[in-house]
């Protein structure tokens, strides 16, 4: 099993797919690294070598920002935007759309489910 940038990847799939398992990783991305390397896209995890699991690694801590760097760039920049007060932070901080997505109807993935109103009385039983 190979285990690049903390991330166990699967055995049993291709060595192309398998790479978009590591946050910050797709697959145009995961393409490009293979080409680099020149390894078969279609090799299963299972048949790389040392030698080819050492070369992607050594790729992605030179050229790319992954994982727990990149997850913590990202909330460094939410975290910005809410402390200068941008629209953007402001949409952040109360969980809502942040694109111009409408929320009157749509939206519940941001916004949760439906609230029941508070203080309504139930219909009394027969």
Same mark, same amino acid.
């Given at each position: ?7 166990? $990847?699967? %055995?049993?799939?291709? =060595? #192309?797919?398998? !790479?978009?398992?590591?946050?910050? @990783?797709?697959?145009? &991305? ?14 299963n995890v299972i048949?790389?070598?040392?030698k080819e699991i ?5 790729? $992605?801590? %030179?050229?790319?920002? =992954? #994982?727990?760097? !990149?997850?913590?760039?990202?909330? @460094?920049?939410?975290? &910005? ?46």
């Amino acid at each position: 099993m190979a285990r690049i940038a903390g991330i166990d $990847l699967p %055995k049993n799939k291709k =060595i #192309e797919r398998a !790479l978009t398992y590591i946050y910050g @990783i797709g697959l145009v &991305r995961s393409q490009n690294i293979l080409d680099k390397i020149n390894i078969n896209p279609n090799k299963n995890v299972i048949e790389l070598n040392d030698k080819e699991i050492t070369s992607i690694r050594n790729i $992605l801590e %030179k050229d790319y920002i =992954i #994982e727990g760097d !990149l997850r913590r760039l990202e909330s @460094i920049n939410i975290k &910005r935007l809410m402390e200068i007060n941008s629209y953007r932070g402001k949409r952040h901080r109360m969980g809502l759309p942040l694109r111009g997505q409408r929320t009157r109807t749509n939206g519940r993935t941001r916004r949760g489910t439906k609230k029941t109103m508070a203080g309504k009385k139930k219909a009394p039983k027969k």
